[in-house]
């Protein structure tokens, strides 16, 4: 068994708080909506705000974490061993077949997460938090303490918004399924507990190790 230290103290922090924030945000979000009714309109509307400036401070913090530590190579996409990947999670899993990469503290993400990953920060967080800036700032007072209310019609806003929250709790149901697809169906989730995770040698590391010289040779 390989046992490796994966996940740093700050990764863990942003996702677990991430993951947090946005179920809060769509427990509040859905009742603005009026979906669920849970705290009630006017506590709803409040916490959504609330949540809505942490997980804007924490997306800066993690933008600033990726760029000074480098993490942010893990995310430059690749088209080798993709095909494998999605062979792997279509047919392969269900073969019980070893995983097509291995994983490790310089590759974290396999070909297909790098591609999800890349989706989900640049196009699904920019949708919800950039349509939630618009509808924030809506109706707002300017310093002339006139009321100023944008051109955009709010239904497009609140449209676009709740598409983009569908999409965000659909991400996050194929996520936590995705999750239990490691070694065992718990290593994933521990692993973003704890930092560390343990492999079975590889297939890649079998040869290696077969090829290293021993005593006895
Ligand atoms: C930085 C991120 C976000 C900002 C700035 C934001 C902002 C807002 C605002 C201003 C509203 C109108 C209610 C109010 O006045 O408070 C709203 C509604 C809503 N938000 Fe967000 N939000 C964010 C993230 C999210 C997330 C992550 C979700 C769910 C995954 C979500 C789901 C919703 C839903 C479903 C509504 C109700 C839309 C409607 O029916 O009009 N929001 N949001």
New binding site residues.
Partial sequence: MRKEYIYKRFERFWHWSQAS??IF??L???E????IHVFGYNNA??Y??V???L??GL?VFAIFWHFTTGEWRQYIPTFKKLKDQLRYYSVGIFKNEPHPTNKSALHKLNPLQVLTYLSFKFVLIPL??F???L??LHKHIDDNSIVVISNIPLDSI?IW??F??FM??TFLIVHVYMTTTGETVTSNIKAMITGYEEFEPGEEEEKESKKKPTLAS
Avoid: N, P, Q
Avoid at 32 to 35: I, P
């Fill in positions: 924030l946005i945000l769509s509040t979000g859905f603005v909506h009026d979906s509307v409040m959504h705000r949540a809505a400036y997980l804007l997306i919800v938090v349509t939630g800036i509808y924030m609140a918004h709740t983009g929250a965000l709790i």
